[in-house]
């Protein structure tokens, strides 16, 4: 078993549609949650970040983790042409040496 | 702020020979760089963590003779493919650390390189 899995997509939603991307893990020692947002050819570029379990929401972005169900979501609203790509989960255990582990990503495609 | 650079974005050379890449943090002090290699439509695969001032540590099955890493101030590493050949071929990115309180965790890519090996 993977240590993170995300469902790779495609997604194809239509313009303004709200979306939601999805994360699950095995290993209860991880503390920080990010997701990342990747065009292609590109780097990937952050777009949330989260501490622990709850709620964390920037414009039209909502990060949400749950430690108890080891879930984490990130929600898209009003969603725009503009935010297709790929879009990957990652996250890290607490401690100076961890390394960020990375979901397999998934493509979204918001058609206008 | 957070910016990381790479440069060159693009890059072909002919087999046989070796590759440098930099990896810059432009507004922020980076004790910690990464280096990744991504295929296409894959997720990215860790190659090494980069320490300033000390030797870099590389992840099981990638060969540090091939891929050299030199981290040699807070703001620049350095990707060094010897020896290329057409299956290194692939889509390299680094990444930065900013260690600023409270951005402990939190990791800024650079826009990748495109090494194309002929």
Known sequence: QKEVEQDPGPLSVPEGAIVSLNCTYSNSAFQYFMWYRQYSRKGPELLMYTYSSGNKEDGRFTAQVDKSSKYISLFIRDSQPSDSATYLCAMSARGATNKLIFGTGTLLAVQP | ?118
Request: aromatic residues 12%.
């Open chain 2, 1 to 118: 702020g957070a910016v990381v650079s790479q440069h060159p974005s693009r890059v072909i050379c002919k087999s046989g020979t070796s590759v440098k890449i930099e990896c810059r943090s432009l507004d922020f002090q980076a004790t910690t760089m990464f280096w990744y290699r991504q295929f296409p439509k894959q997720s990215l695969m860790l190659m090494a963590t980069s320490n300033e001032g000390s030797k870099a540590t590389y992840e099981q099955g990638v060969e540090k003779d091939k891929f050299l890493i030199n981290h040699a101030s807070l703001t620049l590493s350095t990707l060094t493919v010897t020896s290329a050949h057409p299956e290194d071929s692939s889509f390299y990115i680094c990444s930065a650390r900013d260690t600023r309180q409270g951005r402990y965790y939190e990791q800024y890519f650079g826009p990748g390189t495109r090494l194309t090996v002929t």
